[in-house]
């Protein structure tokens, strides 16, 4: 990649979220896709800034960490059947999809997102294109197909596993092949005909043998989990990040089992809730209370997540689950966490992004307003960089300067 000029990004609000506290005109100076450094302009000693340097004076505006999207699936559109076009689409179109996803969470903030399903390791091949300049889009991190029993929850992926034996292979392959993360069906889930997602899939002792095979090559496990058996054992396998999580049961109450969600809070274990639309849907009619709220209040460690790409739920609609966050009962401060600090420490990159921090990727977004007292001015992000390259997405065009035109 060509080298950057050194950018120093100057704004009236600095947002660090590790913990929350703003710096009034503050800036970053972002230098070799990295942030060389942040503080208040009183602090800034401009005799030791390099000669090259480019000023961006961004007003108005929030400058924080890029966010984080800690489940998402590139190849399903968010229309009203992405699993029926993933099955009929060829390699090449799911690719096609799967660039415009990435483009829509970059558009939306996210600069760090993690694939939590895709086919025929086409996500590693997205993720390589990213990382060596060929796409544009966040830092993502990849699973392939999730592991799943014959017949299971999104078995058209192609990770069917039926024992140990079967598991272990399955994790030695996708390592072979490129994967940053182990994804595994503990319970059923919705999108699959025959799948059902209040019962377990997989037996407590073959999600360890998933877990130690993962651990041994370096990668974390992330737990596809509705129903309660199914959460149970992959907390006890100590599975890193919990999805969905949502204590469904058979008659579609998610009736909470408390126990459980203390021991969830006891653990080293993250919840990842997906608010996607149709949980979104279900809290706003009153018919179904999110088990979100109660597992915050007693401590369990939340981190952002949306599943874009299901049923009506686009790639761009990170803030929605945002605010849905808050609604189940987060304060504004702690979904700003779960978005970007904690959420970076969950997928194990707490040594790259999440943080306005020297020596961390230079992955930031700057919004109109100020989300620590109004979420929804993160809808529509004016000017989002990762990897120090500064992008601007479509609905801000016009209202921000590209800061490429000022260095032309
Ligand atoms: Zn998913």
């Known amino acids: 990649m060509p080298s950057q000029a050194a950018v120093l990004y100057l704004a009236d609000r600095v947002l660090h979220t590790d913990p929350v506290s703003v710096i009034h005109r503050g800036g970053v100076l972002v230098r070799d896709g990295l942030i060389a450094w942040v503080g208040g302009l009183g602090e800034l000693d401009r005799t030791r800034l390099p000669a090259d340097i480019v000023e961006e004076d961004l007003g108005d505006v929030t400058l924080m960490p890029g966010m984080i999207d800690a489940h998402v699936h590139l190849g399903f559109d968010g229309g009203a059947d992405p699993a029926g076009r993933m099955r009929a689409e060829t390699d090449v179109q799911q690719v096609m999809l799967m660039l415009r996803s990435a483009r829509e969470l970059l558009d939306a903030g996210v600069t760090t997102a993690r694939d939590l399903g895709a086919r025929g390791y086409l996500d590693v091949e997205v993720r390589r ?21 014959t017949g299971g929850h999104c078995w058209f992926m192609g990770g069917e596993i039926d024992d140990d034996r079967d ?5 030695r392959r996708h390592h072979k092949m490129g994967v940053d993360l182990i994804k595994v069906m503990s319970t059923g889930g919705y999108m699959t005909a025959g799948s059902v997602p209040w019962r377990a899939q997989f037996t407590g002792d073959e999600l360890l043998t998933v877990v130690e095979e993962s651990r041994r090559l370096g990668k974390h496990v992330a737990a596809h989990c509705h129903g309660i058996e199914g959460i149970r054992r992959a907390l006890d396998a100590r599975i890193r990040t919990l999805e969905h999580c949502s ?31 149709e949980v979104r849907e279900l809290m706003a009619s009153g018919e179904w209370a999110s088990p979100v709220g109660e597992l915050y209040r007693r401590g369990a460690k939340i981190i952002a997540s ?48 999440g943080r306005l921090a020297a020596g961390l990727s230079a992955d930031l977004v700057a919004v109109a307003g100020d989300p620590t007292s109004d979420l929804s001015v ?23 300067r590209a800061p490429h035109e000022a260095m032309a």
């Open 129 to 149: 294109a990213i990382d060596d300049g060929t796409a544009l889009g966040p830092r993502m991190l990849t699973a392939g197909s999730p592991l799943t029993v």
């Open 167 to 171: 598991a272990r292979r399955m994790v």
């Open 306 to 353: 949306t599943d874009a790409g299901v049923g009506h739920t686009r790639h761009g609609d990170f803030a929605l689950a945002l605010k849905a966050l808050a609604d189940a009962g987060m304060t504004n401060d702690d979904v700003l966490i779960a978005a970007t600090s904690r959420a970076a420490e969950a997928v194990g990159l707490e040594g790259v992004t």
């Open 378 to 400: 993160l809808r529509h992000p004016l000017l989002v960089i990762v990897r120090g390259l500064a992008h601007v997405p479509p609905s801000a065009s016009g209202r921000v």
């Open 247 to 277: 204590f469904m049961r058979e008659d579609g109450s998610s009736e909470l089992d408390l126990e459980l969600v203390d021991a969830i809070a006891r653990s080293d274990s993250y919840v990842s809730p997906t608010m996607n639309y």
